[in-house]
């Protein structure tokens, strides 16, 4: 009995590991999980609106490694993909059926190498616009950044409105890591 207790407490505090991600870093906005209930890795860029207005609407950058799934079909991705989605959070009393809309300047991001090299990509949910109460999970495909895996680069965007107001950002720069974390059983 004394073994499996001491067991199951080693295998608690060891913790759990986030396998390797892309952590993203920018001078603006908010690092965020993307499953709000469960530890591990803050693997998004989360950015909103200044006015009180908006300030509930999140839209989220999230950079996919490859092998990550994507639905529909539960697809695993062969390349490095860009995924947008959208996070509500505490909407204001009236605020649930204001209909919202993400437009951006130019569908067109700059991915910036390690090695230096430059090149623009064209996203697909920037030249169409979407709304972030339909598109809100980090596992809709995404738009690849280029071939195969991607460890250390800067993504750039262009502006980014949430129904006309423009969002304040930043260059993101994503870096391959490992994290540990406490396990938590309601995952």
């Known amino acids: 009995m004394n073994k499996y207790l001491l067991c199951s407490l080693l295998a608690l505090a060891a913790g759990c590991s986030t396998e390797p991600y892309l952590h993203p870093e920018?001078?603006?906005g908010q690092n965020a999980l993307l499953s709000r209930t469960c530890p591990g890795a803050h693997a998004a860029m989360s950015f909103t609106p200044l006015s009180e207005e908006l300030n509930w609407v999140h839209v989220l950058v999230y950079v996919a490694p490859p092998g990550t799934?994507?639905?529909?079909?539960?697809?695993?991705?062969?390349?490095t993909e860009l995924?947008?989605?959208?996070?509500?959070?505490?909407?204001h009393p009236g605020n649930a059926a204001t209909s919202l809309w993400v437009s951006a300047a130019s569908p067109e991001v700059t991915?910036?190498?390690?090695?230096g090299q430059t090149y623009q990509v064209s996203i697909a949910q920037l030249k169409t616009g979407f709304?972030?109460?339909?598109i809100s999970t980090p596992y809709s495909k995404g738009t690849p950044l280029g071939n195969g895996?991607?460890?250390?680069?800067?993504?750039?965007?262009p502006d980014i409105f949430v129904n006309g107001e423009k969002i304040p950002m930043a260059p993101i720069h994503f870096k391959k890591r490992e994290e540990r974390y406490a396990p938590v059983f309601n995952c």
């Open 26 to 28: 920018s001078s603006a």
């Open 69 to 79: 799934p994507s639905w529909p079909g539960n697809v695993k991705t062969s390349d």
């Open 83 to 91: 995924r947008l989605f959208g996070r509500l959070y505490k909407p």
């Open 111 to 115: 991915v910036k190498l390690a090695s």
């Open 131 to 134: 709304d972030p109460k339909k």
């Open 149 to 157: 895996e991607m460890d250390d680069f800067t993504l750039t965007f």
